[in-house]
């Protein structure tokens, strides 16, 4: 809390409104007692609930100077205690010489007025806020410490209210520049936040601080938006220099480090993902400062599953599994995203798939050989009312004897299912050409989606459909 606790007006023992005389003459008590080494007994001292002081006379002076500009003291002069009416006067005898804090906070807030700001009641706020932070240390309110933070940038923004704030300090107005004024105390507010909430995300708290402000919310999210970057930059660039390191390596040194290779792929995803998830937020998932990230990353993953297949892929005893599955994941991640990546990605996890077992059926995965086709529907939506689809039945899938049986089976359990609602078997046959027109047609959808398609959308081919945005049945 360095902005209160080492604020100069503090180590001065002075409130933020003394004359010059008064800066003066207090200094000079300082350093009088000082010299014969004792500590001065200071009115605005506020030990405690502040931490004691150990001053100097080298601090002393410095403090002095620090408020010599006008800019600078009224920049600290928002961290401290000012006397703009009798009401403050009071309070602070209150919290100077009997260290009734409660009751000071007490005679602050009625100095407020509800915590309307006003001439009448900004310099009770500005003390209010103050104390509040002041008291973190023993209330551990993290939303009063919000609160305060907010009170005194609403007096701040005000423009003329600024301007009776510069008065009262400065005894001049119109003289500080009032957005440089502004910066300067978002910069010692994010310090103050970094000191009170070390391992809490800076960024989020002065977000919700300076929400109704965008210029300032702006800034603060250029300001996450390059720590973003940096972050998953410095990941990429660690991920970068492993993959040199092992893409020099032999054709066999690359197999037996296939594992290290693969879960280091996965552990740059996992590393980067909740940073790619929170620069999407704020740029939008079509921003190029983000699909360029994103691309990045998901080049690399690509690009260590396929250094490793290629020096894998002649093996008699080749294992595609953890290719595809970490490929498939990738495939997800990228489900809603257009990247220059995306297709080949795509195309990679059809090739090892169709390597793997093109011969064999991919539903019950028992070795048979699959010599059957099987049609499943399946539509992706591409507009409103507009969709694609497979056409001549849907997408055909090779299986075996047995799973086509199971399927056939269910396919033919959901067509007659929905008609079970008709009143009327003769209605049924009469009208049993037109059925998929009926208004009923809705619960064939429902139950070719639920019954026939939980059965298939297991199978690595509908997988990669589903991925791609399709989904099992017609609209």
């Known amino acids: 809390m360095n902005v209160i606790q080492n604020n100069p007006f503090r180590i001065l023992g002075i409130i933020s409104n003394a004359s010059a005389k008064e800066i003066n003459q207090s200094e000079t008590f300082i350093l009088r007692y000082l010299d014969i080494g004792k500590s001065a007994n200071l009115k605005f001292d506020i030990t405690p609930p502040l931490i004691k002081l150990k001053r100097t006379s080298k601090i002393v002076q410095d403090a002095k100077n620090r408020i010599h500009d006008d800019f600078n003291k009224l920049t600290h002069a928002i961290f401290w205690f000012v006397n703009g009416n009798m009401i403050d006067k009071i309070a602070l005898e209150k ?10 906070l007490d005679s602050f807030k009625k100095g407020s007025r509800n915590f309307i700001i006003s001439k009448n009641s900004f310099t009770s706020i500005i003390n209010f806020s103050t104390l ?8 551990k309110d993290e939303k009063r410490l919000m609160n305060a933070i907010k009170y005194k940038y609403q007096i701040i923004n005000d423009k003329i209210l600024f301007k009776e704030f510069e008065k009262l300090i400065t005894s001049t107005s119109n003289k500080i520049n009032h957005k440089s004024y502004i910066d300067r105390y978002v910069e010692n507010t994010s310090d103050l936040l970094k000191e009170l909430f070390p391992k809490k995300d800076q960024n989020k708290l002065l977000l919700d601080i300076f ?36 893409s020099k390596n032999s054709d066999a040194q690359i197999i037996r480090s296939k594992s290290t290779i693969l879960n280091r792929a996965r552990k740059l995803i996992k590393d980067t993902k909740s940073d790619l998830i929170k620069l999407k937020k704020i740029l939008g998932k079509d921003n190029f400062q983000y699909t360029n990230l994103a691309n990045k990353i998901y080049s690399f993953v690509n690009g260590a599953v396929i250094m490793c297949y290629n020096r894998e892929v002649n093996k008699s005893n080749l294992d595609s599994a953890p ?14 995203l257009e990247l220059p990546i995306k297709q080949t990605i795509i195309k990679n996890l059809s090739v090892i798939r169709n390597d793997e077992s093109s011969l064999c059926c991919q539903f019950c995965n028992s070795g048979t050989q699959a010599d059957y086709i099987l049609k499943v529907e399946m539509h992706k939506m591409t507009g409103w009312n507009q969709y694609s689809y497979f056409k001549d039945g849907g997408v055909q899938v090779s299986c075996c004897l047995k799973c086509l049986s199971l399927r056939t089976i269910l396919k033919i359990i959901t067509f007659l299912l929905a008609p079970l609602t ?5 209605f049924i ?6 059925y998929k027109n009926s208004w009923f047609s809705w619960l064939y959808r429902v139950l070719y989606r639920n019954l026939f398609g939980l059965s298939v959308k297991n199978h690595p081919k509908i997988k990669e459909y589903i991925n791609q945005g399709y989904k099992i049945g017609m609209p």
């Open 211 to 246: 929400s109704e402000d965008e210029s300032i919310l702006k800034e603060i999210e250029g300001r996450i938006v390059s720590s973003l970057e940096e972050v998953i930059n410095t990941n990429i660039t660690l991920f970068n220099s492993f993959f040199e390191i092992h």
């Open 422 to 426: 008709w009143p009327f078997l003769i």
């Open 132 to 139: 509040e932070i002041v008291s973190y240390a023993s209330h």
């Open 323 to 336: 290719y595809i599955e970490l490929l498939e994941d990738l495939s997800k991640e990228m489900s809603n």
């Open 429 to 434: 046959i009469m009208f049993i050409r037109q």
């Open 95 to 104: 919290l100077s010489s009997e260290k009734k804090i409660e009751q000071a």
